[in-house]
């Protein structure tokens, strides 16, 4: 049943992107493109997710457990480390090359699009990457 409800989700949400136009670079890049061809199409997308997940969290966090799990994986951090902006620059200049995030990449994949597969590829070497470097920087018996 969990893995329905996994793959019921993820098509919602591939869908949706793919709905949105958000899986098409040329829109995400005309978001950024402020000066040119400017698509405020993106943050409207954003602002709506924005809006169901401050409602969704609402009523969900009220529950004493979530549905499938025996507690919520709600992140308790609230401080702004180098890995934290690092990444998120990181993340952020991928976007503005590429035109793709994760979120929209995955769902595009499904067209086979080549620039696609070398995006996702290079995500998960990025990944493989960070991990290693994390695990390097950590030192041999600590956490990474």
């Known amino acids: ?24 670079p040329a ?3 005309n978001f950024f493109d402020v000066a040119g061809t400017w698509d405020p199409s993106l943050a409207f997308v954003m602002g709506g997710a924005l809006v169901v997940t401050f409602i969704g969290y609402r ?16 992140p308790t951090r609230r401080d702004l480390d180098l890995p934290l902006i690092g ?15 994760p979120g929209g990449a995955l769902p595009a994949l499904g067209t086979g699009r080549i620039e696609v ?3 996702v590829a290079s995500l998960v070497a990025g ?14 018996g600590q956490e990474a």
């Open 59 to 74: 009523f969900v966090l009220k529950r004493p457990a979530p549905i499938m799990a025996k507690v919520f994986q709600v």
């Open 27 to 29: 829109k995400v890049l």
């Open 127 to 140: 990944i493989i990457f960070a991990k290693g470097l994390r695990s390097t920087l950590a030192g041999p």
């Open 87 to 101: 990444g998120s620059a990181v993340f952020g200049v991928g976007w503005g090359i590429a035109g793709f995030c």
């Open 117 to 119: 597969v070398i995006f």
């Open 1 to 24: 049943m969990r893995l329905l409800t996994v793959y019921l989700i993820g098509l919602v949400f591939g869908l949706g992107i793919s709905i949105s136009g958000m899986a098409n």
